[in-house]
């Protein structure tokens, strides 16, 4: 019993393995990088006739962030491709169901103001 004890200890150097934070130092770069782009075209499109595609390019890479944040931190990407279909899909039309809410009530919210400002 003795000699069982004695291997097990001595197998055991007392070093602790260095941490693997490669992937962490990767996402944060390529987030860097999505918000430094989305703050060039914050500065860049100031023209109002812009706006809507303004948004719209904020929209999306809000949401590719998202994505992204998804799939490294709650490990999404490693799941079932079932899995990831239906928790996108989902996603995918609530997005659209916001867009198409905000574009009708905004044309809604003109058609009213016209109507009675006149």
Do not use: C, D
Request: without cysteine; proline residues 3%; charged residues 10%.
């Amino acid at each position: 019993m003795s000699a069982h004890a004695a291997t097990e200890q001595s197998a055991f150097t007392g070093e602790i393995p260095k941490p693997n934070t490669a992937w962490i130092w990767k996402t944060f770069w390529i987030l860097v990088v999505i918000t430094a782009i989305e703050f060039a075209i914050a500065f860049s499109m100031t023209s109002p006739g812009l706006r809507t595609f303004r948004n719209s390019i904020f929209i999306v890479m809000t949401l590719l962030k998202a994505f992204f944040i998804v799939g490294e931190f709650m490990h999404l990407k490693h799941e079932v491709k079932s899995l990831i279909w239906t928790i996108l899909i989902p996603t995918a039309l609530l997005v659209w169901l916001v867009v198409a809410l905000v574009t009708e009530g905004s044309y809604v919210g003109e058609v009213l103001s016209h109507m009675f400002s006149s």
